[in-house]
């Protein structure tokens, strides 16, 4: 499976490519805004995890999110990409968006590890995300602790915070 990839940092010129898959993956109400999307990329494309498939050539998914030294997740991560800091202990993940067409094939589970493997090698602490009741044991099977719910309202939903010690 994971030879049918390149995992890679995603380039500039993907970013509206990202804004497509993401409008795929989450619903209108918790997807990023492209404004959002396009800042995050902008400022921290480091932080953003491409899985490339080698035989078309097209993002197959990705995972994204920012450095700070903050612990607990907060909405305002979600709109504001000036809370990036470089060299933050923690990484606080926005999206895990997988394409329908390359789901269960454990696509996500191999970008997390290759995300969490980078960022372990790159000085980093934890991994902090938020997500729905229903991906809480697909979250649990990567290795993340469920915190409880969060502090996060993000798209009207109530929202697990799990974590993810490097």
């Known amino acids: 499976m994971k030879n049918n990839f390149e995992f890679r940092s995603i380039r500039l010129d993907e970013t509206d490519e990202a804004?497509?898959?993401?409008?795929?993956?989450?619903?209108?109400?918790?997807?990023?805004?492209?404004?959002?999307?396009?800042?995050?990329?902008?400022a921290?494309?480091?932080?953003?995890?491409?899985a490339v498939?080698?035989?078309?050539?097209?993002?197959?998914?990705?995972?994204?999110?920012?450095?700070?030294?903050?612990?607990?997740?907060?909405?305002?991560?979600?709109?504001?990409?000036?809370?990036y800091n470089p060299d933050?202990?923690?990484v606080m993940i926005f999206g895990l968006d997988v394409l329908p067409e390359y789901r269960r094939q454990g696509l996500a589970t191999e970008?997390?590890?290759?995300?969490?493997g980078r960022e372990r090698a790159n000085g980093r602490k934890r991994l902090v995300l938020t997500c729905l009741d229903a991906k809480v044991p697909m979250?649990?099977?990567?290795?993340?602790?469920?915190?409880?719910?969060?502090?996060?309202?993000w798209g009207g939903e109530e929202w697990h915070e799990m974590s993810l010690r490097l």
């Open 19 to 42: 804004i497509r898959i993401e409008s795929i993956c989450f619903p209108p109400h918790e997807a990023c805004k492209p404004e959002a999307m396009r800042a995050r990329i902008k």
């Open 44 to 50: 921290a494309p480091d932080l953003f995890l491409v």
């Open 53 to 83: 498939d080698k035989e078309s050539g097209r993002i197959a998914g990705f995972l994204n999110g920012l450095s700070t030294d903050e612990e607990r997740f907060r909405d305002e991560f979600f709109t504001d990409a000036g809370l």
């Open 88 to 90: 933050g202990a923690n």
């Open 111 to 116: 970008l997390v590890k290759n995300y969490s």
């Open 139 to 153: 979250y649990l099977k990567m290795g993340f602790e469920d915190l409880g719910m969060a502090d996060s309202s």
